[in-house]
């Protein structure tokens, strides 16, 4: 097949989409069946783009253009092709098409530069199945964490035999892993998942740093007990304890500048109208763009949650399952795209990222970048997420402007 049998990046990303475990919305995640039908045709439109394409050890799909000089280090540009549940169709999506259709002009055009391109569609990024992000990139970073295989779903399947009965040797995950001397840079184009943007009337933007994150699973334990025989100042009611802990949740993030604290599931056990609830487990997800101060919203919170909870006479325990330091984006590159902006006549603007992405765990590999492009509204995890195809338009041409350039 030929460069010009590709599907125009309206038709991909509606294509893709389509690629959903749920009618309603689109849920794809990690080592699902829909994973695999996503990587077989993504591999197949890296393909007609003219790369040769395989899939790695831990199920990110990866396409190569070949450069003038074969042992120089590549430039890899792309993003993640996992979803939430019930998310948008531009989330991750967009930033691989972009970069399949990038490298099909320049196949189209017979161009090639002295250095090779690689485009990669991450197999996780948003951590939705097992509760631990950035599975894809880490792998190519070499910081994969082997002792998250024992995690499980909801299932009860682990990260191990879901990785094998993909037909994948978690064993093998090391060798995903890419040498620095390998990759000179890791360039992503990503929906903005804000109204910066929009607000600005913009198309696109240059991202100076990703915010930093911790995800916590937080176990509540009561006293289960009959609704209407036990008095109220003598329940441990675990539902109540982690109602006040949501609350403190808020309440601390609200004092710390740039600082975000996000309580997205509960699960209450018995989960009966007429008992007690006997514990109830929840999920904290807490955002800084500080390290520092990341740090002690995260012990103040901890300290909070622990003394609303003796308080009631119930108990708590906390699992971090995720942690990401926030990254400043490379000089280098932010420098490089700035001029990229100007010469395809956009005004270069830069923000930061309040959201985690795969070049916060690319930048332990390499120098990393980002473009933003402006979504509708600032919506985003939600089907209603919308980007214009002349905004999408830019950021392709912002993209090979910077490749012109690149050094």
């Given at each position: 097949?030929?460069?010009?049998?590709?599907?125009?990046?309206?038709?991909m990303?509606?294509?893709?989409a389509q690629?959903?475990?749920?009618?309603?919305?689109?849920?794809?995640?990690f080592?699902?069946?829909?994973?695999?039908?996503?990587?077989?045709?993504?591999?197949?439109?890296?393909?007609?783009a003219?790369?040769?394409?395989h899939?790695?050890?831990?199920?990110?799909?990866?396409?190569?253009?070949?450069g003038?000089?074969?042992?120089?280090?590549?430039?890899?540009?792309?993003?993640?092709?996992?979803?939430v549940?019930?998310?948008?169709?531009?989330?991750?999506i967009?930033?691989?098409?972009?970069?399949?259709?990038?490298?099909s002009?320049?196949?189209?055009?017979?161009?090639?530069?002295?250095?090779?391109?690689?485009?990669?569609?991450?197999?996780?990024?948003?951590?939705?199945?097992?509760?631990?992000?950035?599975?894809?990139?880490?792998?190519?970073?070499?910081?994969?964490?082997?002792?998250?295989?024992?995690?499980?779903?909801?299932?009860?399947?682990?990260?191990?035999?879901?990785?094998?009965?993909?037909?994948?040797?978690?064993?093998?995950?090391?060798?995903?892993?890419?040498?620095?001397?390998d990759?000179?840079?890791?360039?992503?184009?990503?929906?903005?998942?804000?109204?910066?943007?929009?607000?600005?009337?913009?198309?696109?933007?240059?991202?100076?740093?990703?915010?930093?994150?911790v995800?916590?699973?937080?176990?509540?334990?009561?006293?289960?007990g009959h609704?209407?025989?036990?008095?109220?100042?003598?329940?441990?009611?675990?539902?109540?304890?982690?109602?006040?802990?949501?609350?403190?949740?808020?309440?601390?993030?609200?004092k710390?500048?740039?600082?975000?604290?996000t309580?997205?599931?509960?699960?209450?056990?018995?989960?009966?109208?007429?008992?007690?609830?006997?514990?109830?487990?929840?999920?904290?997800?807490l955002r800084a763009?500080?390290?520092?101060?990341?740090?002690?919203?995260?012990?103040e919170?901890?300290?909070?949650?622990q003394?609303?909870?003796?308080?009631r006479?119930?108990?708590?325990?906390?699992?971090?399952?995720?942690?990401?330091?926030?990254?400043?984006?490379?000089?280098?590159?932010?420098?490089?795209?700035?001029?990229?902006?100007?010469?395809?006549?956009?005004?270069?603007?830069?923000l930061?990222?309040?959201?985690?992405?795969d070049?916060?765990?690319?930048?332990?590999?390499?120098d990393?970048?980002?473009?933003?492009?402006?979504?509708?509204?600032?919506?985003?995890?939600?089907?209603?997420?919308?980007?214009?195809?002349?905004?999408?338009?830019?950021?392709?041409?912002?993209l090979?402007?910077?490749?012109?350039?690149?050094?």
């Amino acid at each position: 097949m030929t460069s010009s049998t590709l599907p125009n990046i309206s038709e991909m990303i509606c294509r893709l989409a389509q690629l959903s475990e749920l009618s309603n919305g689109i849920t794809r995640q990690f080592l699902s069946s829909e994973h695999r039908e996503a990587n077989a045709l993504v591999c197949r439109w890296m393909e007609m783009a003219g790369m040769r394409a395989h899939q790695d050890a831990i199920g990110n799909i990866i396409g190569r253009y070949e450069g003038l000089e074969t042992d120089l280090p590549a430039v890899m540009i792309g993003s993640h092709l996992d979803t939430v549940v019930n998310a948008g169709k531009f989330d991750g999506i967009l930033g691989v098409v972009v970069a399949i259709h990038c490298i099909s002009a320049l196949y189209k055009e017979k161009k090639r530069y002295r250095f090779p391109i690689e485009v990669i569609g991450f197999a996780d990024e948003e951590g939705t199945r097992f509760q631990s992000t950035y599975l894809g990139s880490k792998a190519v970073a070499g910081t994969f964490d082997f002792t998250s295989l024992g995690r499980r779903d909801v299932n009860g399947t682990s990260m191990q035999d879901a990785l094998l009965s993909f037909g994948l040797e978690p064993d093998k995950i090391k060798n995903a892993a890419r040498k620095p001397k390998d990759i000179s840079a890791y360039i992503e184009i990503h929906i903005e998942q804000g109204p910066v943007l929009e607000e600005q009337g913009i198309p696109a933007g240059i991202v100076t740093e990703i915010t930093g994150a911790v995800r916590f699973q937080v176990t509540v334990t009561g006293t289960a007990g009959h609704a209407g025989t036990v008095p109220i100042h003598l329940r441990n009611d675990a539902l109540v304890s982690a109602c006040e802990c949501v609350l403190m949740v808020e309440e601390i993030a609200r004092k710390h500048p740039k600082t975000v604290g996000t309580v997205g599931q509960i699960t209450v056990t018995a989960g009966a109208s007429n008992v007690i609830p006997g514990e109830t487990v929840f999920t904290i997800d807490l955002r800084a763009a500080d390290n520092e101060i990341r740090h002690k919203v995260e012990h103040e919170l901890i300290s909070e949650m622990q003394r609303l909870c003796q308080k009631r006479q119930t108990k708590i325990s906390l699992k971090k399952v995720h942690e990401a330091p926030s990254v400043t984006c490379s000089p280098r590159i932010i420098n490089q795209l700035q001029n990229a902006f100007t010469k395809s006549k956009h005004k270069p603007y830069c923000l930061p990222s309040g959201a985690g992405h795969d070049a916060a765990a690319m930048a332990d590999l390499t120098d990393v970048g980002m473009i933003f492009i402006r979504c509708k509204e600032g919506v985003s995890h939600n089907p209603a997420e919308s980007v214009s195809e002349p905004d999408i338009q830019s950021g392709l041409d912002i993209l090979l402007e910077f490749l012109n350039a690149y050094d």
